[in-house]
Nanobody, 120 residues
Framework: QVQLVESGGGLVEAGERRLLSCAAS????????MGWFRQSPGKERELVAR???????YYADSVRGRFTISRDIANNTVSLQLDKLKFEDTGVYYC??????????????WGRGTQVTVSS
């Protein structure tokens, strides 16, 4: 069993910054990638940022230059620094991990989400 737990959401004013964190635990053998999706009101869930074990991270066009993803491979954690927040960044941010379990099963695991509300 694998668990992902997010933290760091809340109410922020436009232009401010916020740090989201996510920790994965449980029967983990190897994590291929970790990242964040976002679901804003009235929109589908979208990929915001993704970090693999090596190489450059991926950012959605809407957040590139404002958000920074950091992954701690040794500790199975990932964080997302949200800078210069805009009203349209409001939404529920979900942490995910594509991983192999110790039972050698591969799949995508999700956290429950953390709400970020940006006031304009």
């Amino acid at each position: 069993q694998v668990q992902l737990v997010e933290s760091g959401g809340g109410l922020v004013e436009a232009g401010e910054r916020r740090l989201l964190s996510c920790a994965a635990s449980g029967s983990i053998y190897n994590i291929a990638s970790m990242g964040w999706f976002r679901q804003s009101p009235g929109k589908e869930r979208e990929l915001v940022a993704r970090a693999w074990s090596a190489g450059d991270p991926y950012y959605a066009d809407s957040v590139r230059g404002r958000f920074t993803i950091s992954r701690d491979i040794a500790n199975n954690t990932v964080s997302l620094q949200l800078d210069k927040l805009k009203f349209e960044d409001t939404g529920v941010y979900y942490c995910y991990a594509d991983l192999w379990t110790k039972e050698f099963e591969f799949g995508t695991h999700w956290g429950r989400g953390t709400q970020v509300t940006v006031s304009s």
